[in-house]
């Protein structure tokens, strides 16, 4: 093969295979990029467990398990869209009602993690004080006043 001299000034190119260089775009590609579209479907196998321990083991006036259904359909909505559009640091994406609070977490692969949990409510729950009371304040380290003094 003659040898061919590049005139001064001119750049040789080089360049890979087709085969080489879609791999590397490919490997880019798949490192980068997913973009995966995440929906309420998604994560239905998730969201069937939960309905099915509502059902079972949560009693709620408030919600007959249809209402918790659509509701926990709703809430997924909202920590999907909650999810999409968080900021660059953030991992999570997070939707409550009284009652349900569902979490989606970023993980390594490109479905996220989720997390379904029933936020425990009791009737007999202390109450808080009104917003007309004051709740009595103690200086640490004051002594009382006794009735001799």
């Known amino acids: 093969m003659p040898s061919r001299d590049i005139p001064s000034g001119e750049i040789q190119r080089k360049t890979c295979p087709k085969s080489l260089s879609s791999q590397i775009l490919l490997h880019f590609y798949k490192e980068r990029f997913i973009l ?15 309905m099915k321990a509502y059902d079972s083991y949560v009693i709620n006036i408030d919600k007959v398990p249809e209402e918790f259904e659509s509701s ?16 660059p640091q953030l ?33 007999y729950q202390k109450q808080s004080l009104p917003k007309t009371i004051k709740p009595i304040e103690e200086i640490i380290g004051e002594v009382r006043k006794t009735k001799e003094d």
């Open 72 to 87: 926990l359909k709703s809430l997924m909505a909202k920590a999907i869209r909650a999810y999409e559009t968080r900021g």
């Open 36 to 50: 995966t579209t995440v929906t309420v479907e998604t994560f239905k196998d998730e969201m069937a467990l939960a």
């Open 91 to 123: 991992r999570h994406g997070i939707a409550l009602d009284k009652h349900v609070t569902v979490i989606l977490s970023q993980s390594d692969n490109e479905r996220p993690l989720c997390g379904i949990y029933f936020n425990l409510h009791s009737p």
